[in-house]
């Protein structure tokens, strides 16, 4: 016969490890009802059809495209990129897409990465990176704006320049070729 201490050491063995697979499987279960983000293979790439989620319509610097059009909202040191359809009202079009290195390898940066953003440079450094045929498609009334993929950017990290109307009033359609 078992000593009944060796047995009571046995069953409470076992029950700890049945607590702990409940919990693991509770916490799975609750990590797959909470996280709702799909698998990187099924979300929208940039030219697939909008879904009415508005996280899905994020345009994100690393993945935007030229000719992309995008509703622009800015808060504290924070812009936001909708994209959407060219045929309905829209702040801004995508008019260049590159890497920081690009920016660096111009005759024409300011010293200071903080003053890539001012309109005047901006518009410097963003022409100069545009096709040619591209910058001279576009209304002489556009405002460029240089969006960097991080606050301290380095030479792999990704960039985008927009343009918008210098009034402030959307776009109507495409304005690059």
Do not use: W
């Amino acid at each position: 016969m078992r000593d009944p201490q060796t047995t009571i050491r046995t069953l409470v063995v076992a029950l700890v490890t049945v607590v702990v697979a409940l919990i693991g499987v509770v916490v799975a279960l609750v990590v797959a009802v909470v996280s709702d983000d799909p698998p990187d293979a099924a979300r929208e790439r940039p030219g697939d059809q909008p879904t009415s989620r508005a996280d899905d319509r994020i345009v994100e610097v690393r993945s935007a495209s030229v000719g992309q059009c995008i509703d622009v909202s800015e808060s504290t040191n924070t812009i936001t990129m909708m994209s959407t359809d060219c045929s309905d009202l829209h702040d801004a079009e995508i008019s260049y897409v590159g890497f920081y290195s690009d920016v660096r390898s111009l005759d024409v940066i300011p010293s200071d990465p903080d003053d890539y953003t001012d309109a005047g440079a901006s518009a410097l450094i963003c022409t100069a990176l545009m096709d040619s045929e591209a910058v001279a498609a576009l209304d002489v009334h556009v405002m460029h704006q240089l969006i960097t993929q991080d606050d301290s950017p380095s030479d792999g990290d990704s960039i985008l320049c927009y343009v918008s109307s210098d009034d402030g009033i959307p776009f109507t359609e495409k304005q690059l070729p």
